[in-house]
């Protein structure tokens, strides 16, 4: 009897032994467990609005397979930008310059009835979707579009004003 008694003192400690061991490989008691908060991830820094100014564009206006007449147009691109990401915006001029004149060589610009005024809605949003494109979605906000200069083709430069010589006598 003195063997039973101690192989069932033997058998209950056996299962404690185990059921502690299986409780700590499973995760042991949650109560002791601290909650660790992840922390959020920091604000980005803030945007500020910046201008992308282009060189003058000149742009031709083809009405009846025929040139009416040369536009200049002043483009400027309002984009936002992290501290220090001005310069990084001036490495796009060439691209935003190149893909102009591509778009405006490839489709003529629209045009008006008479064949000598631009339609700017129609300017502003192909130039706006070469923004987009180029300088991401996320950083465009807008294009202003302006025209310069226009002249009839091969119309020559205005004349400077001669110098009057006055004499002084």
């Known amino acids: 009897?003195?063997?039973?008694?101690?192989?069932?003192?033997?058998?209950?400690?056996?299962?404690?032994?185990?059921?502690?061991?299986?409780?700590?490989?499973l995760g042991g008691d949650k109560s002791e467990t601290k909650a660790v908060k992840a922390e959020p991830p920091p604000?980005?820094?803030?945007?500020?609005?910046?201008?992308?100014?282009?060189?003058a564009v000149a742009v031709p206006l083809v009405?009846?397979?025929?040139?009416?007449?040369?536009?200049?147009?002043?483009?400027?691109?309002?984009?936002?930008?992290?501290?220090?990401?001005?310069?990084?915006l001036d490495d796009f001029k060439p691209q935003l310059r190149d893909a102009i004149i591509r778009e405006v060589h490839g489709r003529h610009l629209a045009i008006t009835a008479d064949g000598f005024d631009l339609d700017m809605k129609d300017v502003e949003a192909r130039f706006g979707a070469i923004g987009r494109r180029i300088l991401g979605a996320d950083t465009y906000r807008g294009v202003n579009v302006g025209e310069a200069q226009a002249s009839a083709p091969g119309a020559p430069p205005p004349a400077r004003p001669?110098?009057?010589?006055?004499?002084?006598?």
């Open 1 to 25: 009897m003195k063997k039973l008694v101690f192989l069932g003192l033997g058998f209950l400690l056996l299962l404690g032994a185990v059921g502690a061991g299986l409780s700590v490989m």
């Open 162 to 169: 001669t110098p009057s010589k006055s004499s002084g006598h």
């Open 63 to 88: 009405r009846e397979g025929r040139v009416r007449r040369y536009v200049t147009l002043v483009v400027k691109y309002d984009a936002l930008a992290r501290p220090g990401q001005k310069a990084a």
């Open 43 to 55: 604000p980005p820094p803030p945007s500020e609005q910046t201008v992308v100014d282009l060189a």
